[in-house]
C-alpha cells in the first residue's frame, strides 16, 4: 500500500542554519510521483517540485535543494540558510501513475524559523 | 492570473443544512478534485474528476457529492452536513492525469475553505 512517512513532526532552527526535512515513502508502483508542498500561517498550499520515479537528479532552486534516492525511498528537502519566511509546514506528497490522479500525503513538517 | 479559486473562504453552519463550496479554474485543467485537511488525520481525498461529466470517488466521500459539468467549475455539496465535517476543504486542480507514463501533472491548490458545521 502507498504511504509517505514524515517522521519529524516540528522543527526548529535559528535564521540563517541549514535544515532537511525528511520524507520516506512507500509503494509498489514503478511508475509513481513525489511532491512537496509548503503551507504557510495563512494556509494555503504552495506546490514547491514535482519529482518523477525516473528521474533521480538532485534539484536545486535557489535556497532550496531536494535529494532523490530510490534505493532508500527517500525524498528528502534541504532549505540552506533558512529565513523567517521559510516558517510553514511542509508536507511532502505521492501519487501513483494508475491511481486517479491522488496525492498521499505524509502528516507534514512543522518547520519554525527563529530570528 | 493562472488560480483556483473557492468560495466562501470561511463558513459557518448548523446541522443539516445544504450547503455548496464552488471551485474554480482559469487554466483549462482537465483534472479538479477535493480534499479535506484535518489535524491529525492530514489531507484526504474526497471526490475528483478527470473531465467534465467524470466523477470519482476518492478515499472520503461519504457525505459530500460533487458535479462536473463544466471544464473550470467543481463545486462540492454537502447535502446534510454534519459536526464530523468540520474541515478545512481544498479544491485542486491539474493539467490532467496523462503526464509523462501515465501519472499525474502537478496539482495546484486553491486557499482553501474552512467550514464549521455547529
Known amino acids: 500500500a502507498q504511504k509517505v512517512t514524515q517522521a519529524q513532526t516540528e522543527i526548529s532552527v535559528v535564521e540563517k542554519e541549514d535544515v532537511t526535512l525528511d520524507c520516506v515513502y512507500e509503494t509498489r508502483d514503478t511508475t509513481y510521483y513525489l511532491f512537496w508542498y509548503k503551507q504557510p500561517p495563512s494556509g494555503e498550499l504552495v506546490f514547491l517540485i514535482r519529482?518523477?520515479?525516473?528521474?533521480?537528479q538532485n534539484e536545486i532552486s535557489g535556497r532550496y535543494s531536494w535529494n532523490f534516492q530510490k534505493s532508500t525511498s527517500s525524498f528528502n528537502f534541504t532549505i540552506t540558510a533558512s529565513q523567517v519566511v521559510d516558517s510553514a509546514v511542509y508536507f511532502c506528497?505521492?501519487?501513483?501513475?494508475?491511481?486517479?490522479?491522488?496525492?498521499?500525503f505524509g502528516q507534514g513538517t512543522e518547520l519554525s524559523v527563529k530570528p | 492570473e493562472a488560480q483556483v479559486t473557492q468560495n466562501p473562504r470561511y463558513l459557518i453552519t448548523v446541522t443539516g443544512k445544504k450547503l455548496t463550496v464552488t471551485c474554480s479554474q482559469n487554466?483549462?485543467?482537465?483534472?479538479m478534485s477535493w480534499y479535506r485537511q484535518d489535524p491529525g488525520l492530514g489531507l484526504r481525498q474526497i471526490y475528483y474528476?478527470?473531465?467534465?461529466?467524470?466523477?470519482d470517488k476518492g478515499d472520503v466521500p461519504e457525505g459530500y457529492k460533487v458535479s462536473r459539468k463544466e471544464k473550470r467549475n467543481f463545486p462540492l455539496i454537502l447535502e446534510s452536513p454534519s459536526p464530523n465535517q468540520t474541515s478545512l476543504y481544498f479544491c485542486?486542480?491539474?493539467?490532467?492525469?496523462?503526464?509523462?507514463?501515465?501519472?499525474?501533472?502537478?496539482?495546484?491548490f486553491g486557499p482553501g475553505t474552512r467550514l464549521t458545521v455547529l
Open positions: 487554466m483549462n485543467h482537465e483534472y
Open positions: 506528497a505521492l501519487s501513483e501513475a494508475h491511481q486517479g490522479g491522488k496525492l498521499i
Open positions: 474528476s478527470m473531465n467534465v461529466e467524470v466523477t
Open positions: 485542486a486542480s491539474s493539467l490532467s492525469t496523462k503526464g509523462l507514463a501515465g501519472g499525474t501533472d502537478t496539482q495546484y
Open positions: 519529482r518523477n520515479s525516473f528521474d533521480e
